[in-house]
């Protein structure tokens, strides 16, 4: 049971390029979530899913897009890839919405130079 | 929206001491409380939660406490061990019923000093 799994690790991008972070979970959990984290500033939700074909925006959703066409599977786009989007990624699940445990996946620490 | 303060940002203490961490919040409509630990290169995990019909929760050496009317609540680490040593987030949340919103504090270091 690999829980949930992010990809890559690392990636170092220039600004203007694009790029895609990659989710996949396998314990059939309903609600997935991104989430950014900049250094002392917690936390910030970007995008979330509650199911496969339904997304909604967070927090901070400027710059990023998402879609989720299976239960598995919740990818993260950037289109044009700014300095301010430099920081760690990462992915996370749960069975359900309300008062539910997230795990989440080890995170992307992306660099846009 | 939600607002949570998390102090402080970082905390040094020799193993077997007692660690606390304190974190407020802003939304009085708020009504779940996790803590999450994060340990180097990897993702946070949930290691306590409390709701908001209770006071206390405890789970061997942690344990957390809840001030509703202060909007307050507390990470409490007994006997701690360098195996401690991570960054511990609180987060809280408003049930708002599209998903699980949560606002996470700022987080703090925790070193425990062998």
């Known amino acids: 049971n690999a829980g949930v799994t992010q990809t890559p690790k690392f990636r170092i991008l220039k600004i203007g390029q694009s790029m895609t972070l990659q989710c996949t979970q396998d314990?059939?959990?309903?609600?997935m979530y991104w989430y950014r984290q900049d250094p002392g500033m917690g936390l910030k939700l970007i995008y979330y899913?509650?199911?496969?074909?339904?997304?909604d925006k967070g927090e901070v959703p400027n710059g990023y897009n998402v879609s989720r066409s299976t239960t598995e599977d919740f990818p993260l786009r950037l289109e044009l890839a700014a300095p301010s989007q430099t920081s760690v990624y990462f992915c996370a699940s749960s069975l359900r919405g309300t008062n539910e445990k997230l795990f989440f996946g080890s995170g992307t620490q992306l660099s846009v130079l | 929206g939600e607002n949570v303060e998390q102090h402080p940002s970082t905390l040094s203490v020799q193993e077997g001491d007692s660690a606390v961490i304190k974190c407020t919040y802003s939304d009085s409509a708020s009504n779940y409380f996790p803590w999450y630990k994060q340990e180097l290169g990897k993702g946070p995990q949930l290691i306590i939660d409390i709701r908001s019909n209770v006071g206390e929760k405890k789970d061997q050496r942690i344990a957390v406490t809840l001030n509703k009317t202060a909007k307050h609540f507390s990470l409490h680490i007994t006997e701690t061990q360098p195996e401690d040593s991570a960054v511990y987030f609180c987060?809280?949340?408003?049930?708002?019923?599209?998903?699980?919103?949560?606002?996470f504090g700022g987080g703090t270091r925790l070193m425990v000093k062998p």
């Open positions: 314990m059939n959990h309903n609600y």
């Open positions: 987060a809280a949340r408003r049930y708002n019923n599209a998903g699980n919103m949560l606002t």
């Open positions: 899913s509650v199911g496969a074909g339904i997304t």
